[in-house]
């Protein structure tokens, strides 16, 4: 199997624009998760998935966050308007069951809104 | 709310030198895992332990889950300059499916 896929794995953008960031977990994993790493903040849940359906989006930043799962294949992340508060990595990961199983990791976007 | 803090957060030795990182927290986890992450790429899981009292060996590396499963600690024996990278505790809770992360200790081991 590829891993996890995320793509783009480098995004620079100006204040204000959208930004979608994707990510593609491994096949058949029930569970998805989108991370934002920072210095200060380290790494962060944001929201995650189970079977496509939103489970718990209580880390989402604010209304300008948003995240979609279409199919058990693609997931998304998407900014609107962006700041450049929100530059940091974010990583995308899945895992097979609730079953402390191993939980993979994606090689992350690095965003830089400036 | 920073549920888990790690310490220490910096960590520099020179190659050969043992030492142990600390993850502790006022909750109970039903599991702890340890994730090693180096620059550019995600974290990648280490070990997983899910009893009190737990120990697990991964060769020179030694994990620990407290009794209470609120505490975890990673000792490392005869530190290599292939272990350099940030290491990261997470506390998972059987009834969800999140994992929490700490802010991770960023060891650097020196030839």
């Known amino acids: 199997d590829a891993g996890v896929i995320q793509s783009p794995r480098h995004e620079v953008t100006e204040m204000g624009q959208e930004v979608t960031l994707r990510c593609k977990p491994i096949?058949?994993?029930?569970?998805l998760f989108w991370y934002r790493q920072t210095m200060m903040r380290g790494l962060e849940l944001l929201i995650y998935?189970?079977?496509?359906?939103?489970?718990?989006d209580s880390g989402m930043p604010e209304d300008r966050f948003s995240a979609k799962m279409p199919n058990a294949s693609f997931s998304t992340l998407k900014i609107q308007p962006s700041e450049p508060r929100d530059s940091a990595v974010y990583f995308c990961a899945s895992r097979q069951s609730i079953n402390w199983e191993t939980q993979y990791f994606g090689p992350g976007t690095r965003l830089l809104v400036l | 709310t920073q549920l888990l803090e790690q310490s220490p957060q910096f960590l520099s030795i020179q190659e050969g030198e043992n030492l142990t990182v600390y993850c502790n927290s006022s909750?109970?986890?039903?599991?702890l895992q340890w994730y090693r992450q180096e620059p550019g790429e995600g974290p990648v899981l280490l070990v997983t332990v899910v009893t009190g009292g737990e120990v697990k060996k991964l060769k020179r590396l030694t994990f620990q889950f407290g009794d209470a499963r609120k505490d975890s600690s990673l000792h490392i024996t005869a530190a290599q300059p292939g272990d350099t990278g940030l290491y990261l505790c997470?506390?998972?809770?059987?009834?969800?499916?999140?994992?929490?992360f700490g802010q991770g200790t960023t060891l650097q081991v020196k030839p």
């Open positions: 096949s058949g994993h029930d569970y």
């Open positions: 997470a506390g998972g809770y059987s009834n969800t499916g999140k994992l929490i």
């Open positions: 909750s109970v986890f039903s599991s």
């Open positions: 998935f189970n079977n496509n359906v939103p489970i718990d």
